[in-house]
């Protein structure tokens, strides 16, 4: 299957601080990509839908300053957390669409590994 | 509005068979996603069901009826490996994927 990674798997920082997070599909070309964050044991929150060449598109109640998505390539999209606080502490993932290898035109989303985030 | 729904948490024995669940109401129907979580990382596709029916792949198969807005997933001889999260989530008219909280399954020896 299509494969996505995500860089860093971990990171602790500063409150105040800004974060960068990077996904990247590796052999597939993803023309949509999604940011979701996932507090402990809650389901994922998708936070924006992030399409190559365009602004992304922020769900209701999440801040588009404050969380900045860039998808410059068809293979790379970041999200800066920008002046991070304590309770934007969560794990973050991304996945992507590839709908070429999408069997029986139904589209999966194929996950990052995930970045967990601390601000302390 | 929409909504997933599917039990919290469940625990099954080894070598048992469990089923999980989920109802949905949703503003339209693109298919139904079957997806396993492992603690700590990030979900992994198991099945997809856009039709009425049974998938069956492997030990795992996913059952769908679109006119009730109800989906199983059925894990047969169960291992330990199985122990994780199930999330159920259903695309809806725009294509985006609206997710249930998961359903934790833990396996007994």
């Known amino acids: 299957g299509a494969v996505v990674s995500q860089h860093p798997s971990r990171v602790i920082c500063k409150s105040g601080t800004s974060v960068k997070i990077e996904c990247r599909s590796l052999?597939?070309?993803?023309?949509?990509m999604f940011w979701y964050r996932q507090f402990p044991k809650k389901s994922l929150m998708l936070m924006a839908t992030?399409?190559?060449?365009?602004?992304?598109?922020?769900e209701q109640g999440v801040e588009k300053d404050k969380f900045l998505i860039n998808h410059a390539s068809l293979t790379l999209s970041t999200l800066t957390v920008t002046s991070a606080h304590p309770e934007d502490s969560s794990f973050y993932i991304c996945?992507?669409?590839?709908?070429?290898?999408?069997?029986?035109?139904?589209?999966?989303?194929?996950f990052g590994p995930g970045t967990r985030l601390t601000v302390l | 509005g929409q909504n997933i729904d599917q039990p919290t948490e469940m625990t099954a024995t080894e070598g048992a068979i469990v089923q999980i669940n989920c109802t949905y109401q949703t503003s339209g129907f693109n298919g139904l996603f079957w997806y396993q979580q492992h603690a700590g990382e990030a979900p992994t596709f198991l099945s997809y069901?856009?039709l009425d029916g049974l998938e069956e792949k492997g030990r795992f198969s996913s059952f769908l009826s679109r006119s009730k807005g109800y989906s199983y997933l059925l894990l047969k001889e169960l291992q330990m490996k199985d122990s994780a999260s199930y999330l159920c989530?259903?695309?809806?008219?725009?294509?985006?994927?609206?997710w249930g909280a998961g359903t934790k399954l833990i396996i007994k020896p």
């Open positions: 996945s992507a669409r590839d709908y070429g290898h999408s069997a029986g035109g139904y589209n999966e989303q194929f």
């Open positions: 989530a259903v695309q809806d008219s725009n294509y985006q994927l609206i």
């Open positions: 992030s399409n190559e060449g365009s602004k992304a598109t922020y």
């Open positions: 069901n856009v």
């Open positions: 052999d597939f070309q993803a023309t949509t």
